[in-house]
């Protein structure tokens, strides 16, 4: 009996699950196994980098699958900054009917033409999904105009705001205050997670880590073998003082990071540049696939992830287990009163 939502209609999939957008790991093979497997498949626009390079994944992501998938673009603090204006348009030009964007609001941030990158994909009657990191930002891009929320907390992987607080505490108020659908983005690989997020208000959930540890995702094994072998106490938060706070897998090299970054005494992301470079990232996910050569990000979930199953494997059981929680134990735990 699958889960309707309001994300499963806004979107046309099937499971109320988003695959996160993660550089370096969003590639049209991922995105496209997802969505054929019923959820929302999602292609990396700022791994992509260049307009040629992102209409090649989307052409190829179209390939793979005839059901719908998104592209994302993630305007955060970088050493290389791509030209937005060039890939949206490109994704514009491709037909594509959903985005998601994550960092600074969509409805803020500028294009050559003068529009805001927010108008520029409603014009073309795409669906935008925002992806914040509290309720209070979530508000506001709700009243700037997107179509979704995707609500991350303290124990997303990637980076996380500065608010540090929990699902617990921001999705229930996100219930009360959002009338968009919105999702929860981070540390989720489990169907009582899913049950829950339905609980709190949410429409759905959004998942990366999980995704990284499945047998499309594009990565080297020992990045997932890596994940399989991790707990919840496996990552480790990095860049507060510099103001760009993430949760990061914890290996010699992030322990490195947090070690120069304690001794700050006021904020300069110089001395930590050369530990965090993109470079480092993508070999470690595609060269030599060690877990300890990068700054890699990676979300709480890793005390679920147990196996290494396909999307399919991994989307049925999780929305399995969901079902089976609504549907036999919450309403068990619902009784008349006179049976009391």
């Known amino acids: 009996m699958p889960l309707r939502t309001r994300f499963t209609d806004l979107c046309g999939i099937e499971h109320p699950v988003l695959c996160g957008g993660m550089q370096y790991a969003g590639y049209a093979e991922l995105a496209a196994a997802v969505s054929n ?14 307009p040629e390079k992102l209409r090649a994944e989307i052409q190829k992501t179209r390939s793979l699958t005839s059901k719908p998938f998104a592209v994302n673009f993630t305007v955060l603090p970088a050493m290389l900054t791509p030209d937005y204006h060039l890939l949206a348009q490109s994704a514009i030009d491709e037909g594509v009917k959903i985005v998601q964007t994550a960092g600074n ?44 929320i995707s609500l991350g907390a303290v124990e997303y992987g990637g980076h996380i705001g500065n608010d540090d607080v929990t699902h617990w505490v921001s999705q ?7 009338t968009v659908p919105f999702l929860v983005a981070g540390a989720t690989a489990h169907g009582s997670q899913l049950a829950a997020a339905l609980a709190m208000g949410a429409s759905g ?7 990284m540890a499945t047998k499309e995702a594009t990565i080297k094994q020992g990045i997932k073998d ?24 914890k290996n010699k090299l992030t322990k490195e990071v947090a070690e120069i970054e304690s001794k700050m005494e006021k904020p300069d992301f110089t001395p930590l540049a050369h530990l965090m470079t993109g470079k480092r990232n993508y070999a470690a996910l595609h060269e030599n696939g060690d877990p300890e050569h990068g ?18 494997e991994f989307l049925e059981r999780l929305t399995g287990t969901a079902e089976k929680i609504i549907m036999e134990r919450l309403t068990q735990a619902v009784v008349p009163a006179s049976r009391l």
Request: hydrophobic share 45%.
């Open 172 to 178: 229930p108020l996100a219930g009360l205050k959002l």
């Open 295 to 312: 700054a890699w990000t990676c979300g709480m979930a890793g005390g679920f992830i147990t196996d290494i199953p396909t999307c399919k």
């Open 105 to 148: 609001a969509p409805n803020k941030i500028k294009m050559k033409d003068g529009r805001s990158l927010l108008q520029m994909f409603k014009d073309a009657g795409i669906v935008v999904i925002h992806k914040c990191m509290s309720v209070k930002h979530a508000i506001a891009a709700e009243k700037g105009g997107v179509d979704c």
């Open 37 to 50: 497997a019923g959820g929302l498949g999602t292609v990396s626009a700022l791994t992509m980098n260049t």
């Open 205 to 211: 959930v959004e998942i990366g880590t999980a995704f």
């Open 226 to 249: 890596a994940i399989v072998q991790a707990d919840e106490h496996s990552t480790i938060l990095l860049l507060r003082k510099v103001g760009n706070v993430g949760r990061f897998y």
